[in-house]
């Protein structure tokens, strides 16, 4: 039987990152149900890093995070993480009084300013002019390598001497005195902490070891690749977001790749785009852009997955004794990696939040499953 000190289950970037981090003092298995890691909601990520996006503990986690996008420990990738891109706003007439309240996102860092209607046409020559009464730009977003990011946390936990174990799937979870035993491909593994990452399958594996789930619901969320006329350059373009109006858009290889932004909930599976997400979205495009989709796009679908207050589940369970929790990022799993896995491995250490973390306003008690026990 081998023996560890760390089990992590999901080797998507929250497993991969932790286990990264576990594995500089511990000895750790990454297990991995599929034979890629990363083949669900990682690989269907639309690659962005949205620094004024999402809940405030998102956005204190993604603010320390960006110190490791930009400069990397050595040897963790070959290119450059994160590329220029920005963000444009815009505002369809009658809803051009949101903007003064848009720009409150914007932090000293990070700032969102208001531009005139020719600037953001210019930026976007996709966009149909008419669709347009007011626009805000955001600098500050950029394009993320999320395989290089993946592969970094993935290949520095082979470095320093991690396990990973691909296509073995965890078929049983049970605690034995100290240790958990943890069967996979049918081996049987003896470790102190079992650190559930597994995504939207965080609640069954919690099922499986006995603990009470904390509500976590997958979403789907629907995307395609289309091209754009001939005659337009788009690989400049910023991404493109409607006030009010969920879908966005953004250059893809000199493509246009396109979400709806839906969050339908789902069970957990290997899912795949909904035909009538698909031809809402072609539609949105065909009404929004100068775009006329002539042939089937290249779609597909991810999941993200929330708990109720849409922030992420990081700390030990309060009933299960070893069992921890790092899952529920809600699709800011990539841009929250690297400080969320510094967080989870302090914790599961019997450490403290870090003190960058800490000074940005992130505490254990906001992230802690103990706020799903009543």
């Known amino acids: 039987m081998s023996t560890y000190d760390f089990a992590v289950i999901g080797a998507g970037i929250s497993g991969a990152s932790v286990a990264f981090e576990l594995q500089a003092e511990a000895r750790v298995v990454l297990i991995e149900a599929e034979s890629q890691p990363g083949y669900h909601s990682t690989g269907r990520s639309a690659a962005l890093y949205t620094p004024n996006f999402g809940p405030p503990i998102v956005r204190r986690v993604n603010a320390v995070g960006r110190a490791f996008f930009e ?9 450059p993480l994160l590329s220029p891109r920005g963000a ?24 969102i300013h208001p531009i005139p209607v020719a600037e953001a046409l210019r930026l976007a020559p996709l966009i149909r002019p008419e669709m347009v009464a007011a626009a805000a730009f955001e600098p500050g977003v950029t394009d993320m390598d999320v395989a290089a990011i993946h592969q970094g946390f993935l290949r520095g936990f082979r470095r320093r001497g991690g396990d990973i174990r691909r296509a073995q799937p965890v078929t049983a979870l049970r605690r ?30 919690a099922r499986l070891a006995g603990a009470r789930p904390v509500g976590l619901v997958p979403k789907r969320r629907t995307a ?37 932004a839906d969050e339908t ?55 299960l004794t070893g069992f921890f929790w790092l899952i529920g990022q809600g699709g800011y799993g990539i841009m929250m990696a690297p400080t969320l896995a510094r967080i989870a491995a302090a914790l599961a250490t019997g450490g403290n939040v ?18 799903f026990r009543f």
């Open 265 to 319: 909930p789902v069970e957990p599976q290997d899912i795949q785009p909904d035909d009538l997400d698909v031809a809402t979205l072609v539609e949105w495009l065909e009404t929004h852009t100068k775009t006329s989709v002539r042939k089937a796009p290249r779609t597909w679908a991810g999941l993200r997955s929330f708990v109720a207050d849409a922030n992420p589940v990081v700390g030990f369970d309060p009933e």
């Open 88 to 111: 444009l706003t815009l505002f369809k007439s009658g809803n051009e009084g949101e903007l003064a309240a848009f720009l409150t996102n914007g932090t000293e860092r990070d700032p």
């Open 224 to 260: 395609l690749v289309i091209d754009g006329p001939a005659d337009l350059d788009l690989h400049g373009m910023p991404l493109v977001e409607f006030a009010g109006d969920a879908p966005y858009l953004k250059p893809d290889g000199g493509r246009v790749m396109a979400s709806l």
């Open 176 to 205: 034995d005195g100290a240790t958990w035993r943890v069967t996979a491909g049918g081996e049987e593994i003896s470790v102190a902490t079992v650190v559930n990452a597994a995504g939207a399958w965080g609640d069954a594996v």
């Open 71 to 79: 400069a990397p420990p050595d040897g963790f990738a070959e290119a």
């Open 354 to 371: 870090p003190a960058d973390a800490a000074a940005a306003g992130v505490n254990a008690a906001d992230l802690s499953p103990t706020r």
